[in-house]
């Protein structure tokens, strides 16, 4: 059974800073990027940021360069959403993904195999 499980979504104001987090657990070996979309009111759901893990590549959306940071713990089989200066524009449900490939960073959600119920991220101005 795989399961991606976020946490740590919230409410800040402009400026302010969150980390996400995605547990995963039974995820085939042939899936090959892992990653956060998201998705705001009315919007269609946009790459954030993905990991190679076979690679080791991490690539993120121009909206969010800069200012988020992908990373992972392999340990824990965990990954991370760093996510500074937020902005107004970056409030939306964002999911944990997980597909074969990243395509360069250009993977869109028809290449997402698995998903994780998404978590609320709000920022006021």
């Known amino acids: 059974l795989v399961q991606l499980v976020e946490s740590g979504g919230g409410s800040v104001q402009t400026g302010g800073s969150l980390r996400l987090s995605c ?13 956060w979309f998201r998705q705001a009111p009315g919007k269609e759901r946009e790459g954030v940021a993905a990991i190679d893990t076979g690679r080791g590549s991490t ?6 360069k800069g200012r988020f940071t992908i990373s992972r713990e392999n340990a824990k089989n965990t990954m991370y959403l760093q996510m500074n200066s937020l902005k107004p524009e970056d409030t ?9 490939w990243c395509y360069g960073g250009t993977w869109r959600p028809t290449d997402v195999s698995y998903w994780g119920q998404g978590t609320q991220v709000t920022v006021s101005s």
């Open 92 to 100: 939306a449900m964002y999911y944990c993904a997980a597909g074969q």
């Open 59 to 64: 690539y993120h959306a121009d909206s969010v």
């Open 23 to 35: 547990a995963a657990s039974g995820l085939p070996y042939s899936n090959k990027c892992i990653g």
